[in-house]
């Protein structure tokens, strides 16, 4: 399916700055609207995007954003950390909840080709059987999970009461370049071993994650937009693989040659999970979505990344 121009809400974001650059390198026109709370205008600097500043939270800028011929959304734009979001609860809620209902007002009144929406595996279904799967019951143990599952909600919603064809990506724990304001453990791991400081691990570091690198995502993402597809159609992109905390640490200080650097454990944050992983089976069979980057190149590449961009480093220092 072609699109005469393609809308990334929260295109300066870590995620945004690469699926820009994959849609870009498919041929497609793409715009961004991004607040600039979290994402960083140096993400696309040199790119032939047409980038507006605004809030999804404000209709207008919304509308602003769907003029002149944008015919596909994906919206990345969140409140998208889960232990920020208990003490943030209201904005969490503005951004994630009343923003997409923003989006997908506007964009079923414009008629929308394809409505893309970023969802959360692991926050959105709690601590249910894993692997978590499209037929998982939801069980969010987070506002920032409630949110998301309640976005999910709404895009289903406006696939039956208006023809709106959108679809949720569930979302693995996303890792890559770009990432050096997100709030994750591999992002923190390598400011920690950047910084010479000990690697902060939240409980006993058996903690369980999946770990899907960017660039695998995005393939997913694009899938998700050029494959003819049900309206409300859920899907999980994921690498299918579980790895414990002290696992992922253990990696990036091997990765940075730095295999003694100490380690120090804290008590578990409110709302975070003890484990999860997901099954991207469904995704397998509807898009081809196939993750082929292992954790420990994505790893690499994340790091080598970090060490060649000066001005991320010295962004760290003011985070």
Known sequence: MAFKCILVTGGFGFIGASLVRKLLAEGSRVRVLDDLSRGDAA?????EVEALTGDVRDPRDVGEAMEGGVDAVVHL????????????????????????VNLLQEAARRKVKKFVFASSGGAVIGRGPLPVSEASLPRPVSPYGASKLCGEAYCH????????????????????????????????????LLRDRPLVIYGDGSATRDFLFVDDLCQG??????????PGTL?????????????????????AGRASHPTHFAPPRAGELEHNFADFDRANR??????????????????????SHPAALRSLDQN
């Open 43 to 47: 993400n696309l600097e040199g790119l």
């Open 77 to 100: 734009a969140a409140f998208g950390s889960v232990t920020e979001s208990v003490s943030g609860l209201s904005e969490n809620f503005d951004v994630n909840v009343r923003g997409t």
């Open 157 to 192: 919603a406006f696939a039956q009461t208006f023809a709106l064809p959108t679809v949720m990506l569930r979302f693995a724990n996303v890792y890559g370049p770009f990432s050096h304001r997100k709030r994750g453990a591999v992002t923190a791991f390598i400011k920690a």
């Open 221 to 230: 993402i694009y899938q998700a937009l050029e494959r003819s597809l049900e």
């Open 235 to 255: 899907l999980h992109l994921a690498s299918g693989v579980e790895t414990t905390i002290i696992a992922l640490a253990n990696e990036l200080r091997k990765i």
């Open 286 to 307: 509807l898009l081809g979505f196939n993750p082929r980057t292992s954790l420990t190149a994505g790893l690499d590449l994340t790091w080598r990344w970090f060490r």
